[in-house]
């Protein structure tokens, strides 16, 4: 199952609302979730089951979608929160990512 | 808490092997599925191959599978990458990752081992 990510780059500044979209080859249900990370660190889960926030992240961050098409939102962004997020499908095996956001100081 | 560590990444020559382990520690090993993962420099991830929690079903990425081998030693509290006939594209840091409490998502990882495969 393929992945995309748009935008591959996104500009924005402290306090935007910022929308990433992942969108998969085949229907995942809601097996999908969402990762950042920061350079020379491991990824940090953010989103599970596609809206499910974990633990100890901030509510400022969201999922949604089903099926094929995904959203992570971060309602004010926060300057640690530039960074690259990456979605993931565990619908089936091989488990994939997708290439990547990255979101950078405007 | 929950705590994983990789180890024995290095420079090797292109053909020759690499053993990696993620000692895990501060939750019951043996009861949960592990996997690695791995991202090439300046790269995106990739995942790499999963083990279940016995070690009864592994699974692997097309670009690894029939080179690598994922076991796990769960009297030792520990999971392994074997990595045979290395290629250069195997460059890349080596996370092992743990489903711990969401659902089939990563919540725990490593702090990953840097595996440069170069002559």
């Known amino acids: 199952i393929q992945l995309t990510q748009s935008p591959s780059f996104l500009s924005a500044s402290v306090g935007d609302r910022v929308t990433l979209t992942c969108r998969a080859s085949?229907?995942?249900?809601?097996?999908l979730a969402w990762y950042q990370q920061k350079p020379g660190k491991a990824p940090k889960l953010l989103i599970y089951?596609?809206?499910t926030l974990q633990s100890g992240v901030p509510s400022r961050f969201s999922g949604s979608g089903s099926g094929t098409e995904f959203t992570l939102t971060i309602s004010s962004l926060q300057p640690e929160d530039f960074a690259t997020y990456y979605c993931?499908?565990?619908?089936?095996?091989?488990?994939?990512f997708g290439p990547g956001t990255k979101v950078d100081i405007e | 808490q929950v705590q994983l560590v990789e180890s024995g990444g290095g420079v090797v020559q292109p053909g020759r092997s690499l053993r990696l382990s993620c000692a895990a520690s501060?939750?019951?090993?043996?009861?949960?599925?592990m996997h690695w993962v791995r991202q090439a420099p300046g790269k995106g991830l990739e995942w790499v191959a999963v083990i279940s929690y016995d070690g009864s079903n592994t699974y692997f990425a097309d670009s690894v599978k029939g080179r690598f081998t994922i076991s796990r030693d769960n009297s030792k509290n520990t999971l392994f990458l074997q990595m045979n006939s290395l290629r250069t594209e195997d460059t890349a840091v080596y996370f092992c990752?743990?489903?711990?409490?969401?659902?089939?998502?990563?919540?725990?990882w490593g702090q990953g081992t840097m595996v440069t495969v170069s002559s």
């Open positions: 501060e939750f019951t090993f043996s009861s949960y599925t």
């Open positions: 993931q499908q565990l619908s089936s095996y091989p488990v994939t």
């Open positions: 085949q229907g995942i249900s809601s097996y």
């Open positions: 089951a596609a809206s």
């Open positions: 990752a743990l489903p711990y409490n969401s659902l089939d998502a990563f919540d725990i």
